[in-house]
C-alpha cells in the first residue's frame, strides 16, 4: 500500500513537471510570435467578420536631416525594381515627377489587404496632386502572379518585389510608405484598415511637407506683398514685430530690451505713460 | 541597378523609370505575336502608354527624356530600312521637332532603324526640350551606353 502512494506521489509529481514544461514551452512560443508580429492583421481568432479598428501607426511628420521616426522613415527611399503580374520588367523611380510617391505593401492572401485591392480595382485612388500610388507585393516566388493580376486590374501599377519589401523593412501588409521625390526621403510610414485613414494622414503628411518647404524659403519681399498685416507665425510676424519695434525707436541694443516685464511696468508707473516696448495699456493713466 | 527581360538589359541610374515588355505592335491587337519593347523615362511611366511615348511625352518637362526601344518582327531583319548594323550614337544634330510622333511644341525627337545580333530595332528619343538638346543627349547618352541586347532570337 505504502509503495503505491508513494509511486502514485511521484507519477503525479512527474506529470506536474511535464505540464509545467509544456506551458513553459507555450508561453515561449507565444512570446516569439507576438516578437514577430503575429496578429498584426486581421487574421486573429475572432475577427473574420469585419475589419478591425486597429489603431493607425504612421510615422507623420517633416523630415528631418538626421532621419528620426519609426521604421525607414527619414531614410533615402530606393527606387521599386521588380516585375509586374503579368510579366514585365520594371524599375519605378519614386522620385520621378517631382511630387510623391505612395508605395502600398499589399499581398494577395491578407483579409485587411482586399480592402484596398477592391477600392483601388473600383477607381483611381483620390490622392493630392503630383501624389502616384504603386503597389508592391512581394515576388513572384512568394506570391501568385495570377492572384495578384486578378486582383489588380488593368490600370493600377502593382510591381512584385521581394527585395523592395525587404529595403524599407516591412513588417507585415498592409503597409503604407510616402516617399517625397523632392528629397528622395521616406516622410511617412504605417500601417492602416482602411483608404480613408490612409488618404487623410498621406494629405496631412503633403501639407507638413508644403509648409516646411514654405517656411525654409528665402524670405522674399520682392512679390508685391506686404508686411501690414499679421500673416502669423512664422517670417511675417518676426519681421512686423521688429518693423514696430523700430518705428518705436527701439532698435537692437535699447536698454528697454533688458529690462525684465516688471522693470518695465515699474518704468511705465514712475513715467506716467505708456513706454515704447512696454505692455501698451499696462501703463496707461488711471488703469493700475 | 540592371534590368533585363526579353533579349533587352538597361542599367539606368536612379531617378529613371524603366519597363520592358512584350506587346502587340500598333494595329495588331488581337494577333499572337507580340514585340518586346523597353521604355525609360525621367518621368512616371503611366500603366497605360504607347508603344512610341503616347501618354507620356506630354509629362515632359524641358528636362526630361523618353526612350522607346522597339524589336520588329524577324522579317523586318535584312530589309532597307533596318540596314544599319550596330546601334545608333545619337548625337544633339539628330534631333529635331519635326522628328516627333506626336508635336508638342518645344519638344524634339530622333528616330533609328538598325539591326543587332540578327535582330532589327527602333530607337525613338524624345527630348523635353529642343534648346537643351545637348545637355539631354549628354544624359541619353549615358543611359544608352548601359543597353545590353542578347544575339539571336532571345525573345
Known amino acids: 500500500m505504502t509503495a503505491l502512494v508513494v509511486g502514485l506521489t511521484v507519477a503525479v509529481a512527474l506529470l506536474g513537471v511535464l505540464v509545467a514544461g509544456l506551458l513553459r514551452s507555450h508561453a515561449e512560443i507565444l512570446r516569439a510570435l507576438h516578437e514577430l508580429g503575429a496578429g498584426r492583421e486581421d487574421t486573429t481568432p475572432g475577427s473574420a467578420g469585419g475589419p478591425v479598428d486597429l489603431p493607425f501607426e504612421v510615422g507623420r511628420g517633416v523630415l528631418s536631416a538626421a532621419g528620426g521616426g519609426a521604421g525607414v522613415t527619414g531614410t533615402a527611399a530606393p527606387d521599386v525594381v521588380g516585375t509586374t503580374p503579368s510579366g514585365d520588367t520594371v524599375q519605378v523611380s519614386v522620385t520621378a515627377g517631382g511630387g510623391a510617391t505612395l508605395v502600398a505593401f499589399l499581398s494577395s492572401g491578407c483579409l485587411t489587404c482586399h480592402g484596398f485591392w477592391e477600392r483601388f480595382a473600383a477607381s483611381t485612388p483620390e490622392l493630392p496632386p503630383a501624389t502616384r500610388l504603386v503597389v508592391v507585393t512581394q515576388g513572384p516566388e512568394r506570391e501568385s502572379a495570377s492572384a495578384v493580376q486578378q486582383l489588380a486590374g488593368s490600370d493600377l501599377l502593382v510591381v512584385m518585389s521581394t527585395a523592395t519589401w525587404e529595403a524599407y523593412e516591412v513588417p507585415g501588409s498592409p503597409y503604407f510608405v510616402l516617399v517625397d521625390a523632392a528629397t528622395g526621403r521616406v516622410a511617412g510610414e504605417g500601417s492602416a484598415t482602411g483608404w480613408d485613414q490612409v488618404q487623410r494622414l498621406v494629405g496631412e503628411a503633403a501639407g507638413d511637407l508644403a509648409l516646411a518647404r514654405t517656411s525654409h524659403a528665402p524670405h522674399d519681399h520682392s512679390r508685391g506683398h506686404s508686411h501690414d498685416r499679421d500673416a502669423g507665425d512664422g517670417p511675417h510676424r518676426e519681421a512686423r514685430a521688429d518693423r514696430e519695434l523700430l518705428a518705436a525707436g527701439i532698435a537692437p541694443g535699447h536698454p528697454s530690451l533688458l529690462l525684465t516685464a516688471d522693470e518695465v511696468v515699474d518704468l511705465d508707473r514712475r513715467d506716467g505713460s505708456p513706454q515704447p516696448g512696454g505692455h501698451a495699456g499696462a501703463g496707461a493713466p488711471g488703469r493700475d | ?155
Request: no cysteine.
Open chain 2, 1 to 155: 541597378m540592371l534590368l533585363s527581360a526579353h533579349g533587352m538589359g538597361l542599367d539606368a541610374p536612379p531617378g529613371w523609370e524603366v519597363r520592358i515588355s512584350r506587346r502587340a505592335a500598333a494595329g495588331e491587337e488581337g494577333d499572337s505575336r507580340t514585340h518586346p519593347v523597353l521604355h525609360a523615362a525621367t518621368v512616371a511611366l503611366p500603366v497605360v502608354r504607347g508603344d512610341f511615348g503616347g501618354g507620356v511625352t506630354g509629362l515632359l518637362s524641358a528636362t526630361d527624356l523618353f526612350v522607346s526601344l522597339f524589336e520588329q518582327g524577324p522579317g523586318a531583319v535584312g530589309t532597307a530600312l533596318f540596314s544599319d548594323r550596330g546601334r545608333p550614337r545619337p548625337v544633339a544634330a539628330d534631333f529635331s521637332p519635326n522628328r516627333l510622333q506626336r508635336t508638342i511644341p518645344g519638344q524634339s525627337g530622333g528616330q533609328w532603324f538598325f539591326t543587332e545580333g540578327g535582330r532589327a530595332f527602333s530607337l525613338y528619343v524624345v527630348l523635353g526640350s529642343h534648346a537643351r538638346r545637348v545637355e539631354l543627349v549628354n544624359r541619353l547618352t549615358g543611359v544608352l551606353s548601359t543597353l545590353d541586347l542578347t544575339p539571336g532570337d532571345a525573345s
